[in-house]
């Protein structure tokens, strides 16, 4: 594991930094702000230079439907949110419909889906070589 700064996203793997990348959204109050910022639009584009681009969600469908309370938004500050569970849903098929990233919803395993990924995407390209 080497430890660097990527332009876009999170992680990638040494070798496959133009190919490959997931973008970590850890949890679901940051995703609903994130959802509404230029900057989160402007990230999904530059996404789009990559063969496999990936955002991986550590919460479920699940809380998104029992948000805020699936947070630890404070539930004073509940009346102040504009955002709702369909808002968020729409934002996710939204990118679904208009990005070829690939969202997962992987609730609490979402290092243990990284890792997969990671293992997925190597044999992938190591099969993809073999065969050139």
Same mark, same amino acid.
Do not use: W
């Given at each position: *594991?080497t430890i660097a700064t990527l332009k876009t996203? =999170?992680?990638?793997?040494?070798?496959?930094?133009?190919?490959?990348?997931?973008?970590? !959204?850890? =949890?679901?109050?940051?995703?609903?702000?994130?959802?509404?910022? /230029?900057r989160f639009h402007d990230e999904l584009l530059?996404?789009?230079?990559? @063969?496999?681009?990936?955002?991986?969600?550590?919460?479920? *469908?699940? =809380?998104?439907? !029992?948000?805020? /309370?699936?947070? %630890?938004?404070?539930?004073? +500050?509940? +009346?102040?949110?504009?955002?709702?569970? %369909?808002?968020?849903? !729409?934002?996710?098929? =939204?990118? @679904?419909?208009?990005? !070829?990233?690939?969202?997962?919803?992987?609730?609490?395993?979402? +290092?243990?889906?990284?890792?997969?990924?990671?293992?997925?995407?190597? @044999?992938?390209?190591? /099969?993809?070589? @073999?065969?050139?």
């Amino acid at each position: *594991m080497t430890i660097a700064t990527l332009k876009t996203g =999170d992680y990638s793997l040494e070798g496959f930094e133009n190919k490959f990348v997931i973008e970590r !959204k850890g =949890d679901l109050s940051e995703f609903s702000n994130n959802i509404t910022q /230029q900057r989160f639009h402007d990230e999904l584009l530059r996404l789009e230079e990559f @063969e496999l681009p990936f955002i991986v969600l550590e919460f479920t *469908m699940e =809380d998104i439907y !029992k948000f805020p /309370q699936s947070t %630890q938004i404070p539930p004073s +500050k509940y +009346k102040y949110i504009k955002i709702t569970p %369909q808002f968020i849903v !729409k934002a996710l098929l =939204d990118i @679904e419909v208009k990005y !070829k990233t690939k969202i997962i919803l992987a609730g609490k395993y979402g +290092k243990e889906v990284a890792s997969s990924l990671f293992k997925r995407v190597c @044999e992938y390209y190591g /099969q993809t070589k @073999e065969s050139s």
